[in-house]
């Protein structure tokens, strides 16, 4: 399954240069955050697909003006051709503004989520906008990553952590994809990318 990952920069290649068959042999789109709600209502408008998406801390507008034909996966399992995609968009709080979350905060989200999490068994696919505590996040309050998502990572071993919020060119060691243990890769869905998702 070809899995179409954006996050945080409308990508040229898609909007600005956009053809119908550059979405061919797509399975699935999926947005991390921090991208202009007409942008994945135009992606949508041609996909085939399901679009699904999670918010990002400048994502604000989608509160007034939601994506169109999107579906926010926020807080909850969407479950795809039998792949299992958890949502927790938001980065950490650094100045009280829409989507952000303290520690605590996204414990709390999680916690919510244990009956789900046991009605499915787990997950496949983590989707979040921050990536998590120490595993190629930010240096400052507003790219750190939360220890909540490593602790999911370590109890539900999926085999996909997909993140965005931390940009490409922000370092110039910057990954893209890396382990994060045996079970599990991360990928930073910057700008876009296509991940072959495998069973």
């Known amino acids: 399954m070809k899995i179409l990952l954006l ?44 679009v699904l998406y999670v918010h ?16 926010c996966i926020e807080d909850s399992i969407y479950v795809y051709k039998g792949v299992r995609i958890l949502g927790l968009g938001g980065s950490m709080n650094y100045n009280d503004g829409p ?16 009956l789900k999490l046991w009605r499915h068994k787990g997950f496949d696919i983590l989707i979040t906008h921050s990536p998590a505590k120490d595993v190629n996040d930010g240096d400052d309050r507003p790219h750190m990553g939360f220890q909540a998502f490593r602790n999911l990572l370590d109890k539900y071993m999926p085999k996909y952590f997909i993140h965005g919020h931390v940009h490409l060119n922000y370092k110039w060691n910057q990954q893209r994809e890396y382990k994060y243990n045996e079970h599990t890769t991360i990928v930073n ?8 998702y495998k069973e």
């Open 189 to 196: 869905a910057f700008e876009r990318y296509i991940l072959d």
């Open 56 to 71: 990002g801390n400048h994502d604000g507008v989608y509160d007034r003006t939601p994506p169109e034909g999107c579906i």
């Open 99 to 114: 989507h952000q979350y303290t520690e605590g905060q996204m414990e709390s989200r999680i916690r919510k989520l244990r």
């Open 7 to 50: 996050a945080d920069e409308e990508s040229k290649y898609l909007w600005d240069y956009f053809e119908k068959s550059k979405l061919d042999g797509i399975d699935l789109i999926i947005s991390c955050g921090d991208l202009k709600p007409a942008y994945l209502s135009f992606l949508a408008t041609f996909a085939k697909v399901p």
